[in-house]
């Protein structure tokens, strides 16, 4: 069992696509994501919040063709669907731009607090790029963008909620 903990543990490092570098050589940051102008087929919105000591989660996905309301609470998931119109997604999207959501910034923490709840919510336009703010065990959002963060995650949260009613 011990020999191939070696091996594994190279193809491992090889495979995570980190650079190694000698010190003078100069690695790529990762590009800033940029919101489509629009809604696109491949736009897409994420949120969860759960974790910590409490035994319930909200997940919620909102895509092109389907979006999913979530809410686990003891351990049973209680899904609910529904379909925005172009109008609605329209208006999530602005409402997203507007609270400079792709702007956000987060800070990771020293050390994990555990049994910490995790807010996250992130924006992708299908695999070209994906951007993610959260709050949680190892990250927190900046001072000065978590108004904008909590402002976006209650509009999801709320427009879920009323889709679903």
């Not at 994501?33 to 736009?43: E, N």
């Not at 409490?54 to 389907?66: C, H, P, Q």
Request: net charge neutral; hydrophobic share 35%.
């Amino acid at each position: 069992m011990k020999y191939l903990f070696i091996p594994i543990s190279i193809l491992l490092l090889n495979c995570s696509g980190s650079k190694t570098t000698s010190g003078n050589e100069t690695v790529d940051k990762p590009k800033a994501f940029v919101m489509p102008a629009t809604w696109t087929k491949d736009f897409s919105v994420t949120f969860y919040e759960g974790g910590g000591m409490a035994y319930e989660s909200t997940n919620i996905f909102l895509f092109a063709d389907s979006c999913r309301y979530v809410k686990m609470e003891g351990g049973v998931d209680s899904v609910k669907r529904f379909v925005l119109t172009p109008k609605e997604k329209e208006e999530v999207f602005v409402k997203l731009k507007s609270f400079n959501f792709d702007k956000i910034e987060t800070v990771d923490l020293e050390g994990t607090v555990y049994d910490k709840e995790t807010t996250r919510m992130c924006l992708a336009e299908g695999i070209k790029q994906t951007f993610c703010a959260e709050t949680g065990a190892t990250q927190n959002i900046k001072e000065k963008t978590k108004g904008d963060f909590y402002n976006a995650c209650s509009y999801i949260i709320e427009l879920a909620k009323n889709k679903t009613k």
